[in-house]
């Protein structure tokens, strides 16, 4: 390894960035130096075979996904190549962190390859937040455009759409028409075509019977359908009480070659029928929009004429099945209201009110784009969160609401937040939620309604236990420590900052009795450390410090906690 106080200078140039962790690379002879914004001390720490190293680090601490990218990127000969091309080099991954994937990138910052020197800065940072607010943006956008193309397309409205699933045949309905609400059976099912062939043959008028097999006879569908490059269109009558009706049915193939989408429109009796036929060529163009959209993406639409209150419901499922009609047509927003008290979680009574008071909702979406509201629906007495998303149709005539079940997601995203401030070794809460707990705890130091205390603590014997009796014997070493802890301090939060390192914060009960409470932790360290070092006897070195208007900060009575610590760790180690 070269002349240190070259390499210092190299890194110190380089740090001006702020990175987790800094590298240095002997490009000559592969050793390292490993400089890490987390350590105790300011200094690094050296080795060699660096990237063997990158190889061996790469199976355990690298997501699964990422590690052939991670030791291409990494390799010796990659790493030359940016360097003397003057590249400029960034890679992505995701770290495995307390068993959850999290984003960090890697990047050259400062390297030479020349005669006189062979070297590579680099440093690592962690974009995980970054990264997750710009997919959240994207997803975001992506929703947003949904919604656009369903506003747009809603405008004009089928008499039924049936979305069919072409490896099983399973369908979903939509319907609007009165006339098809009259015959139609179903509004999902096993098989289109069992349901639609004694329907059709029912109602189809006697002389356009052979212009509806594309529709019940599943193979001469999808004949008509490539005959014709993906989409098919045929007339035929319906009688229906005696009255003829003229219909057009488009049949049209998804991209994937998945599912079918068939509309049917009803052009009404024989006047204008030429008219009408033309029109409804003009809206067959439209309809696939429209149905994808409402069968994947939401459970309910609701289409509201802004001047009369007469409105139509599309839905895939029936989230709304505690009522009695979910299709009402007439005075939407009282019907709202009507239900409210039986449909809606008590908690979410108002802001359901709120959001669909007619006034309220057309001045603020005539501010905004979009208006939305997360809130619980009473499905079989059990909460479940929906989210309804409102907007205004271009011509300003029609609200759109979409509401869409999102209880999955919430009741997921709130494991997963579970997870993320918890230790999965202890149970204790982890370095997150204390940084969470501290940004509090200084917001009430600057209302001057702060009162706590900080015992800082940190685990003797561990390496001796992990290398005598091997890492199992050290991990439940740790989960003793982190049991004698939080047996001693029942009333206060117990965080696990670091491998061998615990935070308490005191409040309540253990405030009050903190000097008590420390002095018992102590003694019990004291006896345990006249044994030779034993998973089920840890040894704690531990210091406190109480809050008082002297510190501006909970970082500054930290410090002070864990300088005691210290102190009390020497002694501890004279009794060994």
Request: net charge negative; with cysteine.
């Amino acid at each position: 390894m070269k002349d240190y106080s070259d390499i210092f200078k190299k890194i110190t140039n380089a740090v001006l960035i702020d990175y987790l962790e800094l590298f240095y690379i002997d490009l000559e002879t592969e050793e390292y130096l490993h400089f890490s914004k987390f350590d105790r001390l300011p200094g690094s720490v050296s080795g060699k075979g660096f990237f063997s190293k990158v190889k061996t680090d790469a199976a355990v601490h690298v997501f699964e996904d990422d590690r052939e990218s991670f030791v291409s990127e990494l390799s010796k000969e990659n790493i030359i190549r940016y360097i003397s091309e003057d590249l400029d080099s960034l890679l992505e991954y995701r770290l495995m962190i307390n068993g959850y994937p999290e984003w960090h990138s890697i990047r050259i910052i400062k390297g030479e390859y020349s005669y006189d020197n062979k070297y590579a800065i680099m440093g690592v940072r962690n974009i995980n937040e970054e990264k997750l607010t710009s997919e959240e943006l994207i997803h975001t956008e992506q929703e947003r455009e949904k919604l656009n193309q369903i506003a747009d397309a809603l405008a004009n409205i089928f008499d039924s759409i049936y979305y069919i699933d072409l490896s099983d045949n399973s369908f979903i309905e939509f319907s609007s028409s009165d006339q098809y609400k009259k015959i139609r059976k179903t509004d999902h099912g096993n098989d289109f075509f069992i349901s639609a062939r004694p329907l059709l043959s029912r109602f189809i008028h006697p002389n356009d019977e052979d212009k509806i097999t594309c529709i019940y006879d599943k193979k001469e569908m999808l004949k008509e359908i490539n005959k014709h490059k993906g989409a098919f269109w045929t007339e035929y009558r319906f009688v229906i009480k005696g009255a003829v009706y003229y219909c057009r049915a488009g049949m049209r193939i998804t991209k994937d070659r998945s599912h079918v989408l068939v509309t049917v429109t009803d052009l009404g009796r024989e006047e204008n029928i030429e008219k009408k036929l033309q029109e409804s060529e003009r809206l067959s163009m439209t309809f696939s929009q429209i149905a994808e959209r409402l069968a994947e993406h939401y459970d309910n639409i609701y289409y509201v004429d802004i001047t009369t209150n007469e409105y139509m419901t599309f839905s895939s499922i029936r989230l709304l099945s505690e009522l009695e009609n979910t299709e009402r047509e007439n005075n939407f927003f009282e019907n709202v209201k009507h239900d409210i008290e039986k449909v809606i979680y008590y908690e979410d009574r108002e802001a359901v009110r709120n959001f669909f008071d007619k006034e309220q909702l057309l001045e603020g979406l005539r501010t905004n784009n979009a208006r939305q509201l997360e809130y619980r629906l009473l499905i079989n007495a059990e909460p479940t969160y929906v989210r309804a998303i409102a907007m205004l149709t271009k011509d300003n005539e029609n609200i759109l609401i979409c509401v869409e079940n999102i209880n999955k997601q919430v009741l997921s995203y709130r494991d997963l937040a579970k997870k993320a401030t918890s230790d999965s070794l202890t149970g204790a809460k982890n370095k997150n939620s204390y940084k969470e707990y501290e940004q509090e705890l200084n917001t009430q130091i600057s209302e001057g309604e702060a009162e706590f205390a900080i015992v800082e603590c940190d685990i003797n014997n561990l390496k001796t236990i992990n290398d005598t009796l091997g890492h199992s014997a050290g991990d439940e070493y740790i989960r003793n420590s982190c049991r004698l802890i939080c047996s001693n301090y029942v009333h206060s939060p117990v965080f696990r900052v670091g491998g061998d390192e615990f935070v308490v914060i005191l409040n309540g009960e253990d405030y009050q009795k903190r000097d008590a409470l420390l002095e018992r932790l102590q003694s019990i360290a004291a006896r345990n450390a006249e044994f030779e070092a034993d998973p089920a006897k840890p040894v704690i070195a531990s210091g406190m410090c109480e809050y008082t208007d002297e510190f501006g900060s909970v970082e500054e009575v930290f410090n002070v906690a864990d300088q005691r610590m210290y102190e009390n760790k020497k002694k501890l180690k004279n009794v060994q």
